[in-house]
């Protein structure tokens, strides 16, 4: 149990256009996911919050015009990339936290982590 | 605010020896903190997590960590290498919230 899917696992694209990433609780429902970026033999760094129902958070630096977050299910949360760069070339990871087994509402803080998703812009 | 701190971005072991890995947390309320182990293109899986009560926590694979309060410390430790243990190894901390502020990371090599 407790799996996440991110679809595709790679993207290539050309500079400037759009790619969407989709992240699924297969198994569970996820109130709360969170995205990542993590470049070439470096740590995860915290994109933004994503939650069901409501706007993402997003955090400090991170453009929230170029990565657009829409968790429009208990299921399912999507990133954008619009106009992608080639800067924006990176591993993208998602998380889910199963509803009420998180940190905050259960002490149990429990996250799942997706396979990842490789974008790279030409 | 809450950070964390790897200490050594590779360590090398032989085939049966003991690993260490070191993780150092700084944390303005009293942390929670992960183990997670990441294999070549893949995501990340949990290894171990301390929340409350005790200090030693065991995970999964053989591997154990100890949360020292007097040392802001949880380095992770197993006995005895395996060569599937070849990985990189992120240790993270939370303050109460579901965010997660990862480390930069320890890539282990096992040597037969």
């Known amino acids: 149990g407790a799996v996440v899917s991110q679809h595709p696992s790679w993207v290539i694209c050309k500079s400037g256009t759009s790619v969407k990433i989709e992240c699924r609780s297969l198994?569970?429902?996820?109130?709360?996911m969170f995205w990542y970026r993590q470049f070439p033999k470096q740590s995860l760094m915290l994109m933004a919050t994503?939650?069901?129902?409501?706007?993402?958070?997003?955090e400090q630096g991170v453009e929230k015009d170029k990565f657009l977050i829409n968790h429009a299910s208990l299921t399912l949360s999507t990133l954008t990339v619009t106009s992608a760069h080639p800067e924006d070339s990176s591993f993208y990871i998602c998380?889910?936290?199963?509803?009420?087994?998180?940190?905050?509402?259960?002490?149990?803080?429990?996250?799942?982590f997706g396979p990842g998703t490789r974008l790279t812009v030409l | 605010a809450q950070s964390v701190t790897q200490l050594g971005s590779h360590v090398s072991v032989s085939e049966g020896a003991l690993v260490l890995l070191r993780c150092n947390y700084s944390s303005s309320v009293p942390p929670y903190l992960f183990w997670y182990v990441q294999y070549p293109n893949q995501g990340l899986q949990l290894l171990l997590k301390y929340t409350t009560g005790a200090t030693l926590v065991k995970g999964i694979n053989g591997f154990e960590a100890e949360f020292k309060k007097s040392e802001t410390s949880f380095h992770l430790t197993k006995p005895s290498a395996h060569m599937s243990d070849a990985a990189e190894y992120f240790c993270a901390v939370s303050g109460r919230t579901d965010k997660l502020i990862f480390g930069t990371g320890t890539r282990l090599q096992v040597f037969p």
């Open positions: 994503s939650n069901e129902g409501s706007k993402a958070t997003y």
């Open positions: 998380s889910a936290i199963p509803t009420g087994r998180g940190l905050r509402t259960s002490g149990r803080g429990e996250q799942f």
């Open positions: 198994d569970f429902q996820a109130t709360t």
